[in-house]
């Protein structure tokens, strides 16, 4: 039996999740993650660095303007305005707890270019190594805060509505035990959902739990459809894809296909620097008509490659690539989901005393397409709100957990079942969508709904359910979502998708 003194639990060890629980303290948190926090997510894993108008000529105003038009119509412009304007406090809070960010010896920050952004606005660390040393930074005030319960190798599940003033959440332990978590305010910061996918750039553990959790307990669920592929990751075979950083084509390197020919300039000007979704659509297609795609760096990048970029360089050579004098091979890989649980401006969901932070959350600021490294922006503007509106309320306290008999759910086929949806996903819900390939996914993951199969599997199925149920939906091309048999946006499905567990499922019944 364990019990918990918290009123407050935080599922996600990543930087919404951690900055949240600092943000809280001196509240007492419990913040439970399946794996180590601070290394587990994609947040230290993330290469650029973070977008905020740090230079002279920069703004605010400027910062929204771009995100705004990165999203192709769904953005919520108050929303995009008011992170881009929170941007410079969270970095300046994060300077003030020690991150390292590249700046000159009189503190000048030395932002760098990211693809549709109008300035050099991207906060970064020694390159491309911003995540990890954000992180190493939050992991160290983390352990220097006692208000803050940190239980890892606990995967939560489920989630149910217990009484009118709290939640409770039910965790799997590595020894397969469930334990039963009661709060007054649950907090979902459990990151993205790239590996319901096969080919990705994401962590393990982003495999969508907390859409699925939130769905199951009725949240409304927002823009699922919209997942963004990045154009380059690394194409060595390896699950997760390592990624080679946009940055890189921002300081110059191109993308070549086997022939040698700069292929993206035939169809927009604006070439390697053009949006993600459209790089990822063109080197998706030429990979598909068999000319293949690489990253060449050779020539602007060079010798200073493995100083400028160490984290990319480390994956190459690790692969037997050396990308001073060779070309890196590239393929689209699932890596963010601009949709998620809908929340409003403070960070609250459909559900009473729930709110989502961070990449499981859709705050309507990034539309139909990220503009990057806004995420690891978004991840702690609406953690530093959830700490606030949280902190204005009257919580009651609830010294309460339970350990649950093992959990007998039969674990057979999940891993079959769990590289089947993985598969479909790829297949026909990825960087080019049709009708045909949709239902043929829904099909299959309506069939598979029904078998029994262990929780964490079936949230990943529900996720799935969500992103090509609202794709098969959504008619028209719009950002990261491309359908080849609607190849044109239509101007009168210009607002956002805000779906429920039963919409979906019929949806994807119907296909059946
Ligand atoms: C390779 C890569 C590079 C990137 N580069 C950038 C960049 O430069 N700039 C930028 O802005 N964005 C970048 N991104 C995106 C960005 O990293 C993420 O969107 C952001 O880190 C998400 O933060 P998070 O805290 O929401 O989730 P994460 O950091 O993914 O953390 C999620 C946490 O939840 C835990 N969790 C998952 N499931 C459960 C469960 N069932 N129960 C309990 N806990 C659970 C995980 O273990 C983890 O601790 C990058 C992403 C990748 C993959």
């Given at each position: 039996m364990n019990n918990?003194?918290?009123?407050?639990?935080?599922?996600?060890g990543g930087l919404a999740g951690l900055y949240c629980a600092l943000k809280l303290a001196p509240?007492?948190?419990?913040?439970?993650a399946p794996s180590s926090v601070g290394t587990s997510g994609a947040s230290y894993w993330a290469q650029g660095g973070i977008a905020?108008?740090?230079?002279?000529?920069?703004?605010?105003?400027?910062?929204?303007?771009?995100?705004?038009a990165a999203g192709a119509g769904l953005v919520d412009e108050n929303i995009a305005l008011g992170m881009a304007q929170e941007a410079r406090s969270r970095i300046q809070e994060l300077l003030e707890f020690g991150a390292p960010f590249d700046r000159t010896k009189h503190g000048v920050f030395l932002p760098s270019q990211e693809a549709a952004h109008s300035h050099r606005r991207i906060v970064r660390v020694k390159g491309d190594s911003a995540g990890r040393a954000i992180m190493e930074t939050l992991k160290k005030k983390l352990d220097a805060t006692p208000s803050i319960n940190v239980i890892e190798g606990a995967t939560a599940y489920k989630i149910s509505k217990h009484n009118s003033h709290s939640l409770s959440v039910?965790?799997?332990?590595?020894?397969?035990?469930?334990i039963e978590y009661r709060c007054a305010c649950l907090i979902l910061a459990t990151g993205g959902i790239g590996h319901l996918y096969s080919l990705t750039?994401?962590?393990?553990?982003?495999?969508?739990?907390?859409?699925?959790?939130?769905?199951?307990?009725?949240?409304?669920?927002?823009?699922?459809?919209?997942?963004?592929?990045?154009?380059?990751?690394?194409?060595?075979?390896?699950?997760?894809?390592?990624?080679a950083t946009e940055s890189l084509r921002g300081e110059g390197a191109t993308i070549i296909n086997r022939f040698g020919h700069r292929f993206l300039i035939d169809s927009d000007s604006r070439a390697e620097l053009a949006p993600r979704d459209i790089v990822a659509r063109k080197v998706y297609e030429s990979i598909q008509e068999g000319s293949g795609a690489f990253l060449d760096a050779r020539e602007k990048i060079g010798r200073d490659f493995p100083t400028r970029f160490p984290a990319v360089y480390a994956s190459c050579i690790a692969a037997g690539i050396n990308p001073i004098n060779q070309p890196i091979p590239i393929a689209p890989a699932a890596h963010y989901h601009m949709g998620g649980i809908l929340t409003d401006a403070c960070g609250r969901t459909s559900i009473d005393h729930m709110w989502a932070i961070?990449?499981?959350?859709?705050?309507g600021v990034h539309g139909a397409n990220r503009l990057a490294s806004n995420s690891l922006l978004e991840a702690l503007v609406f953690a530093d709100r959830v700490a606030s509106d949280i902190k204005k309320r009257q919580i009651a306290r609830s010294d309460y957990g339970v350990n649950l008999p093992k959990s007998n759910t039969p674990n057979i086929q999940s891993s079959a079942i769990i590289t089947e949806i993985r598969e479909n996903m790829s297949n026909h819900v990825g960087v080019i969508r049709n009708k045909q390939?949709?239902?043929?996914?829904?099909?299959?993951?309506?069939?598979?709904?029904?078998?029994?199969?262990?929780?964490?599997?079936q949230n990943m199925l529900i996720?799935?359910?969500?992103?090509?149920?609202?794709?098969?939906?959504?008619?028209?091309?719009?950002?990261?979502?491309?359908?080849?048999?609607?190849?044109q946006e239509n101007p009168t499905l210009g607002s956002r998708t805000k779906i429920t567990l039963n919409q979906v499922l019929d949806i994807a019944n119907s296909c059946i």
């Open positions: 918990f003194s918290t009123p407050i639990i935080i599922l996600g509240l007492p948190v419990t913040l439970i905020a108008a740090v230079e002279e000529d920069d703004s605010p105003e400027k910062h929204a303007f771009d995100t705004i039910f965790c799997l332990t590595s020894d397969e035990k469930s750039t994401n962590p393990l553990d982003s495999c969508g739990a907390g859409v699925a959790m939130a769905a199951q307990v009725g949240a409304v669920i927002a823009d699922a459809e919209f997942v963004q592929f990045h154009p380059t990751a690394i194409d060595i075979h390896t699950d997760p894809a390592p990624l961070g990449e499981v959350a859709s705050t390939g949709l239902s043929l996914a829904l099909k299959r993951f309506a069939t598979l709904y029904n078998k029994k199969k262990p929780p964490v599997v996720t799935a359910i969500f992103i090509a149920a609202s794709a098969l939906k959504r008619c028209e091309s719009r950002g990261a979502h491309y359908r080849d048999d609607y190849p």
